[in-house]
């Protein structure tokens, strides 16, 4: 059985950091791409980054590309997303995403999905 845990989320200032966590279980963790989306009322979920099953690249959208970075901790099938200069249009659930290839994960073809995390970014 596959689970994506995240955790970190919570209420934060604006210019304010946070870091989420995604722990994976039942798959295999070197061979899977890994990745965070996020999704508001009334909008459809957007994708934000990714790390390539091959550890060889990563992907961000251009509305956090120089204020987040994504992480993957191998040894502990975790992957991270470190989120600096919060702004209030960051407030969204975020979720943890897996996925064949980090190039599918941009697409939004994902095999699977945690249950989400609230950030909350006040102005």
């Known amino acids: 059985q596959v689970q994506l845990a995240e955790s970190g989320g919570g209420l934060v200032q604006a210019g304010g950091s946070l870091r989420l966590s995604c722990a994976a279980s039942?798959?295999?963790?070197?061979?899977?791409?890994m990745g965070w989306f996020r999704q508001v009322p009334g909008a459809e979920r957007e994708f934000v980054s990714a790390?390539?099953?091959?550890?060889?690249?990563?992907y961000y959208a251009d509305s956090v590309e120089g204020r987040f970075t994504i992480s993957r901790e191998y040894a502990k099938n975790t992957v991270y997303l470190q989120m600096n200069s919060l702004k209030p249009e960051d407030t969204a659930v975020y979720y943890c995403?897996?996925?064949?290839?980090?190039?599918?994960?941009?697409?939004?073809?994902?095999?699977?999905w945690g249950q989400g995390t609230q950030v909350t970014v006040s102005s």
């Open positions: 790390f390539s099953q091959r550890g060889s690249s990563t």
């Open positions: 039942g798959l295999t963790f070197s061979s899977a791409a």
């Open positions: 995403a897996a996925g064949s290839t980090g190039i599918r994960l941009r697409l939004g073809i994902v095999n699977y």
